[in-house]
């Protein structure tokens, strides 16, 4: 399933670094006339991750870039390699969001079916990316594995770069050659490895129209010792109260620890007064962001 996936070299020989040039950034971007990007949905596609082989990291990934960015994530969904499910998902998905990625499924072997099914998703034939071909070749210039490789699967490593033929490719990065792959204006294919896949989307900012930072929500945590059931009453009362102002309180329990109460808004000076009055509410205190993140760890511990 990796599109980047190789044997092993047991030699000590150390690889020079890519260099690849990184695709122009387009001078207009459509965010400069109030087009941004206001919502999203990931499209989670393979089977190692529905039969529990493989564990999902890049969902999470998008989802803190998306909060980040003001962006609206509205959607996850995880599918098989699948033909129908991926052209009925993708369809449904691009009609729907602003934004759309699909993570994995783009590799060299037989259920690595992203790039056909969505050609056939939107009516398009498959061609190789003379670029990316090109890259792929130079980026294996110096692994033994490749020359020995038989026609057969130098045919399979060819696959990498089988796009739909109206796709817009973005090479983001000068040290992989892998591509993003955007259709429709709107969605972009992405590989399934996490450490691709977040390096990639961090670098393909420059290529959409986010949110601009006036737009971007922020979020304060107060952490109580408080039982769940203890505060609620209180939470359901200013939620209400707040609600007008486009602002939402949420809570999350950790198991034996206490509760995080989380404020999300856009307006960060009446955010950080509301803080002022859950802490006392629910005798409680502000913690970072980092904070937060490690106690959570803890929690699932």
């Known amino acids: 399933m990796s599109c980047t996936a190789v044997p092993p070299d047991n030699s000590t020989f150390q690889l020079p670094p890519l260099n690849f040039a990184i695709s122009p950034v387009p001078k207009k971007n459509p965010s400069d006339k109030g087009r941004h990007i206001k919502t999203a949905a990931a499209l989670i596609i393979g089977d190692e991750i529905l039969n529990g082989k493989t564990l999902d990291r890049n969902s999470n990934y998008f989802a803190r870039f998306c909060f980040e960015h003001g962006i609206h994530l509205k959607r996850i969904e995880v599918i098989a390699d699948d033909e129908a499910e991926i052209i009925e998902a993708s369809r449904r998905m691009v009609q729907t969001y602003d934004f759309v990625v699909t993570s994995g499924g783009i590799g060299p072997t037989h259920d690595d079916i992203t790039y056909s099914s969505l050609a056939k998703s939107f009516d398009q034939g498959l061609v190789y990316h003379d670029e990316t071909l090109a890259r792929m070749e130079e980026s294996g210039k110096y692994r033994t594995w490749v020359s020995k490789q038989s026609e057969e699967q130098r045919t399979a490593r060819k696959r990498m770069a089988l796009f739909p033929d109206a796709a817009e490719v973005i090479f983001v990065a000068s040290d992989i050659w892998v591509p993003v792959v955007r259709l429709q204006g709107k969605l972009c294919i992405f590989p399934g490895i996490p450490t691709l896949f977040q390096k990639m989307l961090d670098n393909l900012k420059p290529f959409l129209p986010l949110p601009p930072e006036e737009e971007r929500p922020f979020r304060l945590q107060v952490f109580t010792g408080l039982p769940e059931s203890s505060i609620a009453p209180f939470l359901t009362d200013l939620q209400k109260r707040v609600q007008p102002e486009?602002?939402?309180?949420?809570?999350?329990?950790?198991?034996?620890?206490?509760?995080?109460?989380?404020?999300?808004?856009?307006?960060?000076?009446?955010?950080?007064?509301?803080?002022?009055?859950?802490?006392?509410?629910?005798?409680?205190?502000?913690?970072?962001?980092?904070?937060?993140?490690?106690?959570?760890?803890?929690?699932?511990?």
Do not use: F, M, N
């Not at 309180?249 to 198991?255: A, T």
């Not at 859950?278 to 803890?298: D, M, S, Y």
């Open 246 to 301: 486009g602002i939402r309180i949420g809570s999350y329990p950790v198991l034996q620890k206490g509760v995080y109460v989380s404020l999300i808004g856009a307006d960060r000076g009446r955010v950080h007064q509301l803080g002022v009055e859950v802490e006392k509410e629910v005798e409680g205190r502000v913690v970072t962001e980092a904070e937060a993140e490690a106690k959570r760890q803890l929690g699932c511990q």
